[in-house]
């Protein structure tokens, strides 16, 4: 199994230099969209005070090429911003408000572009459902500054709310875009555990079954979103399937993301945190029981 992801804190100094860069750029970007925001409300709130001493009427604060009105646009404009680089996610941790801007495919992936997508597709066959989609759009925008200085309160709401939107999906399509978006132990279980197989813009899931065990081939982030947890989200989700439906996972640890030595014990790290056996001395073999089977193996 190859994967660019490990589950630690230090996962970027584990994965090598070039992983690392990438982390960090995004990092980078994500804080730099948030300074700009808070400029940006900052002026608002400047030229609110400036109004106010200068005895303006009211009504006069919102004319067209005023101060305020200004630093407002100026704000509004920037908004984007905050969900195209994934302001207000955890730095190594995959979530609601996770997701960034992926150079290789000139587009930004996050839970605001999902929305606006199931808007457009579902206003006519899912109106009422539609409608707690653009609650939610409005939600997430107002979240996201908030999570960025520290309101962990505000992203376990909207998490509850998107679990919730997920859950009563008009159908399998919409439900699997919205799962994208949740921590891999809250996505839903499907029916059939071969849907979780996927090549996309986002992770390569590679693997068969075999009467009670699922050959795990590879799990591989794209590469520009390593470093956000999303890896570590789906081999949950993979694993509490499996546990679902009574299924062994095995596998073989062959790494892509770098080439040393270091490589098959970062993932050999990376697998036992979410319990897999690894024997490192047969080439990297993992192999996971199912949480409804007691292994034997440990008695």
Not at 122 to 144: C, G, K, M, N, Q
Not at 153 to 169: F, K, M, P, S
Request: net charge neutral; charged share 25%.
């Amino acid at each position: 199994m190859s994967e660019g992801q490990t589950p630690s804190a230090e996962a970027d100094s584990m994965q090598g230099p070039a992983v690392a860069e990438r982390a960090g750029e995004l990092l980078q970007r994500r804080q730099q969209a948030l300074c700009n925001y808070l400029d940006a409300s900052a002026d608002i709130a400047g030229a609110r005070i400036r109004t106010n001493l200068t005895g303006w009427q009211r009504w006069a604060r919102h004319l067209p090429g005023s101060p305020l009105a200004r630093a407002t646009a100026r704000r509004d404009a920037l908004v984007r911003d905050l969900a195209v680089h994934g302001v207000g996610a955890d730095d190594h941790r995959w979530g609601a408000l996770s997701g960034g801007f992926v150079r290789s495919l000139g587009t930004a992936l996050c839970l605001e572009d999902t929305l606006s997508d199931l808007t457009l597709r579902y206003s006519a066959d899912a109106p009422s459902w539609t409608r707690r989609v653009r609650a939610l759009s409005r939600t997430v925008e107002a979240a996201r500054p908030l999570a960025a200085v520290g309101d962990r309160a505000v992203v376990a709401d909207l998490t509850e709310e998107l679990l919730e939107l997920t859950r009563g999906a008009p159908d399998e399509a919409a439900r699997k875009q919205l799962s994208d978006h949740l921590p891999g132990v809250l996505r839903p279980v499907p029916f059939d555990i071969e849907s979780l197989r996927r090549s996309d813009a986002l992770v390569e899931v590679v693997f068969d079954i075999y009467a009670d065990t699922v050959k795990l081939d590879n799990i591989t982030v794209n590469p520009e979103l390593r470093g956000t947890g999303l890896g570590t989200a789906v081999l949950q989700h993979l694993c509490r399937a499996a546990d679902a439906h009574h299924l062994y996972i095995v596998g073989q640890l062959v790494p892509t993301f770098r080439d040393d030595d270091s490589a098959v014990p970062i993932l050999a790290r990376w697998c036992r945190h979410h319990g897999f056996a690894v024997n490192e001395r047969l080439g990297g073999r993992i192999a996971r029981t199912p949480a409804s089977i007691p292994d034997t193996a440990t008695r």
